[in-house]
């Protein structure tokens, strides 16, 4: 009996074994704000990441619960919950990848802007706790406004002294993963082979996706289209606030777009070629100190951050009408940390 229930536990943990455990380095993801609406999914999406062998997971409230229940998954990462600011340097430590999302969400008739005065403190102190137990981690921004908090991350970072802008991360995958959908769905394409980068940043028309680049290239697309799935994209986020009608905003499909990103900043760590994905980081392409665009992920985090190709006259006007806004809200944060 022994012999046969070794021999079932060894052939169904045989495969993952050979292949990723075995051939993957260790690596440490925290996710602070794991027992929220984005928190809860994106853990059991980052347990099921064979790229993590550890997993802490952290909140003010409610985090042995989840981490209780998605330590049970048979999966490589080790997972740990820890509770409360006094736990915070713990989940931190060592670790190579910190995503967070934590802080309030949308209701509607609220732009992204008005969750800057509760969630900009949130960011602050965490950031400060990440620059004191783990300044080498990449950080994915989830909280919002990403436009601002991703500035008061690298502010704090500077006066901490820890500030690397290869690693600083706003998340912007979600406005990816919509622009695909949406234009699979209008141009009739298969939606698995879809790629259109989403450049800017990421609050309404600071949201710019480039379908003059998309791929599949469709030509059944008019202008009219083109404007129609720019605006649903810019408006993604609130459509769903809407329909949540008081119950937050996206959870799920932002726990999958932060998943995907999170784990290519996993497979840059790990060497892995070609790795490029939309993000807002400390950028040249434009005159603002911070933009989304493509970027490559390497060893060291963002190792380059590529330029927009070219765009049509739509496009080119949509970055013009994006700058004055993208700049006050960058402005905003680095006020928020030089004045606090
Ligand atoms: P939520 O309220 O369901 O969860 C937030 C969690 O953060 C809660 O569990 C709360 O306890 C925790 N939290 C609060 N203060 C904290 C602190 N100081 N330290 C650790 N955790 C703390 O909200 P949600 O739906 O998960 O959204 C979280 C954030 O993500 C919001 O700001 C939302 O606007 C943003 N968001 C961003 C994107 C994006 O594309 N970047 C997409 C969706 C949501
Ligand atoms: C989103 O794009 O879904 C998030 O930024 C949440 C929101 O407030 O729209």
């Known amino acids: 009996e022994t012999a046969l229930r070794r021999g079932g536990a060894a052939s169904s943990h045989l495969p993952r074994r050979f292949f990723s455990v075995e051939s993957s380095?260790?690596?440490k993801v925290a996710v602070l704000g794991a027992a929220g609406g984005i928190g809860q999914p994106l853990a059991l999406l980052m347990k099921l990441n064979p790229l993590v062998s550890s997993l802490a997971l952290y909140d003010i409230a409610g985090t042995p619960g989840v981490a209780a229940d998605v330590s049970?998954?048979?999966t490589r990462a080790q997972v740990a919950g820890f509770m409360g600011e006094e736990q915070l340097g713990k989940a931190l430590e060592g670790s190579d990848v910190v995503i967070i999302p934590a802080g309030v969400p949308?209701?509607?008739?609220?732009t992204r802007d008005d969750l800057f005065n509760i969630n900009a403190?949130?960011?602050?102190s965490l950031c400060t706790a990440i620059a004191k137990y783990c300044p080498n981690a990449l950080v994915n921004m989830i909280s919002n406004p990403v436009n601002s908090t991703v500035p008061i991350a690298a502010e704090v970072f500077k006066k901490a002294g820890t500030y690397d802008e290869k690693k600083l991360f706003g998340v912007t995958t979600l406005d990816v993963v919509r622009a695909k959908t949406f234009y699979a769905g209008k141009a009739k394409v298969p939606v698995e082979e879809v790629d259109v980068p989403v450049v800017g940043g990421h609050?309404?028309?600071?949201?710019l996706p480039l379908f003059s680049?998309?791929?599949?290239?469709s030509n059944a697309l008019t202008d009219e289209d083109i404007k129609a799935l720019t605006k649903r994209t810019q408006d993604g986020g609130t459509e769903v606030v809407e329909a949540k009608a008081g119950k937050g905003s996206a959870t799920l499909s932002m726990a999958y777009a932060g998943a995907i990103f999170a784990d290519a900043c996993l497979k840059g760590l790990n060497g892995a070629p070609d790795i490029v994905e939309c993000s807002f980081v400390q950028s040249s392409i434009t005159e603002l100190p911070f933009f989304a665009s493509k970027v490559r992920l390497g060893k060291n985090g963002a190792e380059e951050v590529l330029g927009l190709g070219s765009l049509s006259d739509y496009e080119k006007q949509g970055l013009e009408s994006l700058k004055p806004e993208l700049k006050s809200s960058i402005e905003k944060g680095i006020k928020f940390v030089q004045e606090n």
């Open 213 to 217: 680049q998309a791929t599949p290239v």
């Open 72 to 74: 049970h998954i048979n």
């Open 25 to 27: 380095p260790e690596r």
């Open 203 to 207: 609050a309404g028309i600071t949201i």
């Open 106 to 110: 949308r209701k509607p008739g609220m």
């Open 121 to 124: 403190g949130i960011v602050k």
